[in-house]
């Protein structure tokens, strides 16, 4: 089974910039698409980004042109780059694989981050 370990978030000001990482363990990713997702508090849980086995990459609307999701499949990683941070991007950021049926699972517990104005 394989394990996600989320990292890099924190406090930072509008504006700023922050790297989070994602960390596999148990199960090469290499052939796994990988997802990005989001959850504020009292919102659902919002898709930010996948990224491919290939390297694609989709993003959704609100974070198009800030956002830049990657991997490094020697270090079993996914990062997400996120600049030009706003207050409305305060959330807990959870990496998951995208397997069988295009459902995501297992998810990692997440990372916070939080934006302030």
């Known amino acids: 089974q394989v394990q996600l370990v989320e990292s890099g978030g924190g406090l930072v000001q509008a504006g700023d910039s922050l790297r989070l990482s994602c960390v596999a363990s148990?199960?090469?990713?290499?052939?796994?698409?990988m997802g990005w997702f989001r959850q504020a508090p009292g919102k659902e849980r919002e898709w930010v980004a996948r990224?491919?086995?290939?390297?694609?990459?989709y993003y959704a609307d609100s974070v198009k042109g800030r956002f830049t999701a990657s991997r490094d499949n020697a270090k079993n990683s996914v990062y997400l780059q996120m600049n030009s941070l706003k207050p409305e991007d305060t959330a807990v950021y959870y990496c998951?694989?995208?397997?069988?049926?295009?459902?995501?699972?297992?998810w990692g517990q997440g990372t916070q981050v939080t934006v302030s104005s």
């Open positions: 998951a694989v995208r397997g069988q049926y295009g459902r995501y699972g297992p």
């Open positions: 148990g199960r090469t990713l290499s052939i796994y698409d």
């Open positions: 990224i491919s086995s290939g390297g694609s990459t």
